[in-house]
Structures are given as structure tokens and as C-alpha cells.
């Protein structure tokens, strides 16, 4: 499945929750999450109208990390 080109830096955090992402803050223009479940983990988003496909890689592949899982299987399940 192909990554979207028109995702925006709040509709992931808000897609990220199914994994136990929180904001926790945010500074400027950028979102932190934090997941407690698996252990304590933080990620920072920018909050930008349309992420960079290279951005998106780069957090996906921190989040499929921590929870364990490839990075094919988190978006097949954020972006269904």
C-alpha cells in the first residue's frame, strides 16, 4: 500500500492513537506524542499541511519500531 501525499501533521497524530499516541505538546509548529504502552515513547510530528513523504517514512518507521511490528503493516492499518 502506497503512503498518502496530502496527510497533514494533525490528521497523523490523530490516526496515530490506535497505537497509544497522546499530544503531549506542542511547540512552534511541532506536535509531540507519547505512548506509555510497550514502554515510554515519544515522537515528534510537524504540524504542517502536508507532510513530506520523507518525514512520513522516518516517523513511521520510529512507531513500527517500538511497537514491533513492519512498517507495512502500520500503514495498512492507519491508512485503510
Known sequence: MRIPRDL?????????????????RQTGSHIRLTTKEGGEHHVTIPDHGDLRVGTLNAILGKVADHVGI????IVSQLFV
Open 8 to 24: 497533514s501533521g494533525r490528521d497523523l497524530a490523530r490516526r496515530l492513537r490506535r497505537f497509544g499516541y497522546e499530544i503531549t
Open 70 to 73: 513492519e512498517r507495512s503493516e
